[in-house]
């Protein structure tokens, strides 16, 4: 009898008493492993979760997160560990470009998130939304968009098909976010994801309670959940929809992810006729989607549907590329496309393609029988592709999901047409448009958009870049909308504040610079003896100000400036035209020249803990400065940032530019990077 597969539940690793169900390899039917979770306390994992890693994980930092998740992607990254997985996913019928899609872009998409995570969020456990909202007329009384971790566990409800890449990219946006991840692997694939999360758990990175591993039925474990949890499910429409009625989401406020299986299409412009570089990236990118694992991808084009007038050359095309395609054991030499995920699986695709066939005709493949290399076609479950030709009238192609090497083509009359076509879909994670014509490319993702959460527009110039139509990517939205479930998953951060309470604090100035760690204005500011320059990170406070003495803008010092810039625009150089400009009445100062003055009122010229000014953030210039006019500024310390992995941190200053009469002329964010430790004045 193969190995049972633990669960890694309340801080050990668990065994079910009973032997548990055969998980058979995809390709020669031997058994590889047996599940059970018989016995488990699910309670004690939700508990566990709550308690233990919950608090341990919002203690941290983003950054501090952050930085655990690029040692996780490393580790996962060594070769031994990658090894290990390449060879065990080949029973799940991958072969090893899918497992690579699997694995490496797994761990590519913890990289990325990690990354965002220490460029985009503070160094700090909560995320401002926006600027502070001035509520009163004295600006006394402000308002606060501000995100927090949500004290509860967030459960994975994952799908057979990516059995790595399909956790890390859950567990990397939930760890930065805050949150504990219970991890519910699917079935046909729980081996290859019980090896990864082993591996990880053994690594010793992620605090523990963070990460634990439910390898079974999930069977009461919602039933545990409440308001602050939240479940992320990967699979079937169907399924989402049952768990859309569990009482838990409906009455306890659990917050449900979806992300479900759709009928994405792809749509060939009418430019792009035989011949064109767009008509061959169609045909290549069809036959790509539908064998790359197995067309197992919930991205994968299942519709393609082109220009009545193109419908023939596109038949012939992919045609002629599938007939290229070897399937067999995903070991073997040679091999473009393994078996499908089990024998059920293969059961469920015929079933579809016969649903399918009846509206239309099968052009390619045979879904009953396809000469395999290096294994058993019977034992293993294996699949042809299969390519039909139908009429998109039928609503067949619209809806019925062959989840395999299948897609349909169809025609379309014009581009209004095939926007209804795509519609027909009820909603799609991915769509791509394939057109060197601009026209076409606005026309078709106008009318596509609503029913798609990512669309790809490729052609002849990003072709060589591209990623391709199905491949998500951690930077953009992951998730659709209708029949593809309507959540986001990924995104970059988007991800990380989708799984965030977002609250409005409504408070003083004072108040909101305590609760926020970010100066506000109206708070209380402290004007020391010591220029703030002259502070270190760690001897600089929120509030800490400079006043700058004056300086009057001369009319030499504009006419130099605008000699000296090229900047000669006529405000500045011509009296007469000038004074006709209702906004200015006169020649005026150059806002950069003004910028500039500022910065020599504040500056300290000596060496100092101030290591460089690398920017300027929300730059306005609000009230014209004349020849003559006396400028001031007012320094004070806004956020502090200090960088993990470095001996400096970044501050972050609110900058007011004040005329004589002490009204504003310019205000802007100064960003420096400023040294966490300098030696006294004494000492430089």
């Not at 994968?300 to 992919?318: F, K």
């Not at 003495?549 to 090229?566: N, P, W």
Request: hydrophobic share 40%; proline share 6%.
């Amino acid at each position: 009898m193969a190995r049972r597969l633990e669960s890694y539940a309340a801080g050990s690793w668990y065994a079910a008493p009973d032997e548990g169900a055969p998980l058979l390899d995809a390709v020669t039917g031997e058994e590889v492993a047996r599940l059970s979770s018989t016995g488990l306390d699910l309670a004690a994992m939700v508990r566990h979760g709550r308690e233990v890693g919950g608090p341990a994980l919002r203690a941290l930092t983003f950054h501090e997160r952050a930085g655990l998740l690029k040692a996780l992607a490393k580790h996962l990254g060594s070769p031994e560990v990658k090894q290990e997985l390449y060879d065990l996913s080949y029973s799940t019928g991958a072969t090893l470009r899918d497992t690579q899609v699997d694995v490496d872009g797994g761990i590519g998409t913890v990289f990325s998130i990690a990354s965002k995570g220490t460029r985009e969020l503070p160094n700090d456990t909560i995320v401002l939304d926006g600027p502070p909202e001035q509520l009163g007329k004295g600006g006394s009384f402000l308002g606060q968009h501000l995100w927090t971790s949500r004290p509860g566990v967030v459960v994975q409800l994952n799908a057979f098909n990516f059995p790595v890449w399909g956790m890390l990219e859950k567990l990397a946006p939930t760890f930065l976010a805050g949150m504990p991840t219970i991890v519910k692997p699917a079935p046909q694939t729980a081996y290859v994801t019980e090896l990864a999360v082993r591996r990880i758990i053994e690594a010793g990175i992620l605090p523990e309670g963070t990460l634990q591993l439910l390898a079974g039925g999930p069977e009461g474990l919602l039933d545990q959940l409440d308001v602050h949890d939240v479940v992320a499910f990967t699979g079937s429409a169907r399924t989402g929809d049952l768990l859309r009625q569990h009482p838990r989401v409906l009455h306890h406020g659990v917050r449900l992810q979806v992300e479900a299986d759709s009928l994405n299409c792809s749509i060939l412009g009418p430019d792009a006729g035989p011949g064109t570089p767009e008509h061959e990236l169609f045909v290549k990118g069809l036959v790509t989607e539908m064998t790359v694992k197995a067309g197992q991808k919930c991205t994968a084009i299942r519709r393609a549907i082109v220009p009545r007038e193109h419908l023939d050359s596109v038949v012939e095309a992919v045609t002629a590329r599938l007939a290229t395609t070897t399937v067999g054991d995903p070991r073997a030499e040679g091999v473009r496309m393994g078996a499908l995920v089990s024998l059920a699986q293969r059961d469920a695709v015929r079933d579809a393609v016969r649903r399918l066939a009846g509206a239309g005709e099968i052009v390619f493949g045979d879904p009953e029988r396809v000469e395999v290399v290096g294994a058993d076609a019977e034992r293993g479950a294996f699949v042809s592709p299969v390519l039909l030709r139908a009429d998109g009238d039928a609503p067949e192609p619209h809806d019925v999901e062959a989840f395999g090497p299948v897609s349909t083509v169809m025609a379309y009359d014009d581009l209004d047409h095939a926007v209804a076509l795509a519609a027909r879909g009820r909603g799609s994670l991915a769509g791509s448009v394939v057109t060197h014509d601009p026209t076409v490319a606005r026309h078709l993702v106008l009318g596509l958009a609503p029913w798609h959460g990512r669309l790809l527009v490729l052609d002849r110039d990003d072709a060589a870049e591209s990623t391709g139509h199905g491949s998500p990517l951690p930077v953009l939205v992951h998730g659709g909308p209708g029949r593809a479930g309507g959540g986001e998953e990924l995104g970059g951060t988007r991800a990380v504040l989708h799984l965030m309470q977002r609250t409005a604090v409504q408070g003083s100035p004072d108040a909101l610079t305590a609760i926020t760690g970010r100066w506000t204005t109206g708070s209380a500011r402290s004007a020391g003896d010591v220029h703030p320059f002259r502070k270190s990170l760690a001897e600089l406070r929120i509030g800490d100000t400079i006043v700058s003495g004056s300086r009057t803008v001369t009319l030499e010092d504009i006419e130099h400036f605008a000699e000296f810039t090229g900047d000669t625009f006529y405000a500045h150089t011509d009296q007469a035209a000038a004074e006709k400009n209702p906004l200015f009445g006169g020649i005026v100062a150059h806002g950069y020249l003004v910028v500039s003055l500022a910065a020599g009122l504040f500056v300290h010229p000596d060496p100092g803990p101030v290591l460089a000014n690398f920017g300027v953030d929300q730059l306005r210039f609000l009230t014209p400065v004349k020849a003559g006019d006396t400028i001031a500024v007012t320094l004070t310390v806004k956020q502090i940032t200090p960088r993990t992995s470095a001996d400096y941190g970044e501050v972050r200053w609110d900058a007011v530019v004040t005329n004589a009469d002490g009204a504003p002329v310019a205000t802007y964010d100064v960003l420096t990077l400023v040294a966490k430790t300098w030696p006294s004045d004494g000492d430089d």
